[in-house]
């Protein structure tokens, strides 16, 4: 399904801050894969998962999704395939503009935009629909402008057009992290019922180790650039927090004792 | 001639300077890019009618290609901010020295008469109330179109494009197509004005341009403070933006009526505008400040 072949990323090169982000990272995921992925700051996972989305170019290796590469397409042709929700609230939609509007640009990801109009009454009807099963009381509310919801709100709206279509890839970067407890838990099981529907092959990058092992069929660990740690079904059922945070003292060699904090 | 005399031509020259000015509102408002193009599409489209006029061109075909010829100024300018990754405002500049080159080839000299005597034109200074009557007209078939056009799939994307250039992208715009339709539907708006006024004044000259994205920004901040308290729709939008055009222009016929000195007129406009685009800036110190004082309080 996606194919990573040693992908390299090094930003700032020849400089002095030249910083090399993934360091020949290969990754293969099979169709309906829900991975977790999970890493100190800086470990690299934004960056695979722009490297994926083509937000930047890669400086090696190649990136396919069934079979087609990707890698040379500008980001926007890639987003036919890729449905997106980034940490950030207000960077999924477009605040100026209104629910049904934001979920309209959604709908016609991967499509050409003609001169037709952009909301017809059984679009209304459809965004309704999937706006009720939030159950956050937006289906009456399509033609509020996104900027005044709370970042709860945004963040499920952008998981609905990030799942719309069904894309054959759901990129998911710290997407709770900004929101309290609450929220948090509410957007994760939200998350979870798409995933499940639709069966979305998902990369899910959580800064919760519990969440990570709660949630998908696998788990990888990154570290400086490449991936560490891999397990799968009945083994990732069996992980703990701590035997995580054991495990990653023991590959990376490196002190947890700042890593502890943002990890678990 | 008495202030009330000149009321109808003011208002004539204020409609057209609102269109120009719904140039501006989509790329300043819609787009989210200060373009400086237009002082010299402005130019261009005045200089391509009068052109055109002059060598026995019928007035429609030769407004229309007035137009066109707007929309390659703002295609250049886009060129240079996307394709070349200049900032855009400095890409506006460009365009615009090119332009003033390009303006005076156009008319091989630096001013080009019109006189509405020798040749059929749309609207005249002498028959101020057609002429009011007839750009109405095309405020109202402008603002129709746009309304058309944004509310369409196309004209969502360009929206977004202004609006979250980063979601754009991931929801599949291609953002730089976007910008660059934008920056040429928006020149292609000005050069229409541009004929038209070469049309009203008899004449097309060089200068004429100067300054046109301050009083541009000057309408549309005038049209945003008329609609403040209106419901808000794209058409009420558009509207205040000609009405903008409109008052900006009976204010500047009155200033010149009292008899102040019309060499300071720039100046002038120049520093209202500044003041206007800086109040968002005050306002959120002034109210930044005075919640941390309220903080201070309640502790
Ligand atoms: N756009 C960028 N320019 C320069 N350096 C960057 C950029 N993005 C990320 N980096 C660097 O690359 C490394 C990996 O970053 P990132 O992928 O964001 O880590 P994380 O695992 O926390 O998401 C970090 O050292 C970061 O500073
Ligand atoms: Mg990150």
Redesign the interface.
């Known amino acids: 399904m996606l194919e990573l072949k040693n992908v390299t990323k090094i930003f700032n090169p020849n400089t002095v801050n030249e910083k090399l982000a993934l360091d020949r990272l290969s990754l293969t995921l099979e169709d309906g894969d829900f991975v977790t992925v999970i890493g100190g700051n800086g470990a690299g996972k934004s960056t695979m998962l722009n490297a994926i989305a083509g937000t930047y170019p890669i400086d090696g290796g190649k990136i396919f999704i069934n079979g087609r590469e990707i890698s040379k397409l500008p980001e926007h042709k890639r987003a036919k395939f890729i449905g997106r929700v980034f940490q950030d609230p207000m960077t999924g939609t477009a605040a100026d503009m209104w629910i049904e509007e934001n979920m309209s640009l959604a709908m016609n990801r991967g499509k050409r935009r003609g001169l037709g109009w952009a909301i017809t009454d059984a679009d209304r009807q459809l965004y309704k629909e999937l706006l009720q099963r939030l159950d956050l009381g937006l289906e009456d509310r399509l033609s509020t402008k996104v900027g005044l919801l709370s970042g709860g709100q945004r963040q499920a709206i952008t998981l609905l057009m990030a799942s719309m279509n069904n894309p054959e890839l759901l990129l998911l970067d710290e997407h709770t992290a900004a929101l309290d407890p609450k929220t948090a838990a509410k957007v994760l099981s939200i998350t979870r019922e798409i995933i499940e529907e639709s069966k979305l092959t998902t990369l899910m990058i959580t800064h919760n180790m519990q969440d990570a092992i709660n949630n998908g069929n696998r788990l990888i660990m990154m570290n400086a650039g490449t991936i560490i740690l891999d397990v799968r079904g009945e083994e990732k059922k069996k992980l703990t927090v701590e035997k995580l945070l054991e495990t990653f003292h023991k590959i990376s060699g490196s002190s947890f004792a700042n890593d502890r904090a943002l990890l678990s | 001639m008495d202030l009330l005399n000149a009321l109808p031509g003011a208002v004539a020259q204020g409609f057209i300077w609102g269109i120009m000015a719904i140039g501006v509102y989509i790329t300043y408002k819609i787009l989210d890019l200060a373009d400086l193009t237009v002082d010299g599409s402005m130019v261009t489209g005045m200089a391509v009618c009068a052109m055109l006029m002059v060598n026995g061109w019928n007035v429609w075909p030769a407004m229309l290609i007035a137009l066109l010829a707007g929309m390659l100024c703002g295609l250049l300018t886009g060129i240079f901010h996307t394709f070349m990754g200049i900032p855009a405002i400095l890409s506006g500049i460009l365009t615009q020295l090119i332009l003033w080159s390009v303006n005076l080839k156009i008319m091989g000299k630096a001013n080009q008469a019109l006189p509405a005597r020798s040749y059929d034109v749309l609207i005249r200074q002498l028959d101020k109330y057609h002429a009011l009557v007839i750009l109405a007209l095309f405020c109202v078939v402008i603002i129709a179109l746009l309304y058309w056009?944004f509310?369409?799939?196309?004209?969502?994307?360009v929206?977004?494009t202004g609006?979250?250039e980063?979601?754009?992208?991931?929801?599949?715009?291609?953002?730089s197509f976007n910008k660059v339709f934008g920056l040429a539907l928006s020149n292609g708006i000005v050069a229409l004005a541009g004929a038209l006024l070469a049309q009203y004044s008899g004449k097309a000259d060089i200068n004429d341009g100067r300054g046109a994205i301050v009083i541009g920004l000057a309408a549309v901040i005038i049209g945003d403070a008329l609609i403040s308290r209106l419901p808000q729709n794209f058409v009420v939008r558009l509207t205040g933006v000609i009405l903008g055009g409109v008052i900006y222009y009976i204010v500047y016929q009155t200033v010149i009526f009292i008899g102040l000195d019309t060499d300071l007129l720039k100046m002038l406009s120049a520093l209202v505008v500044a003041i206007f685009l800086a109040i968002p800036h005050f306002k959120k110190t002034y109210f930044s400040k005075r919640t941390r004082k309220e903080d201070a309080d309640h502790a």
Do not use: D, E, L, P
């Open positions: 056009f509310g369409t799939k196309f004209g969502a994307a929206r977004a609006c979250n980063k979601m754009a992208r991931a929801q599949g715009i291609n953002t």
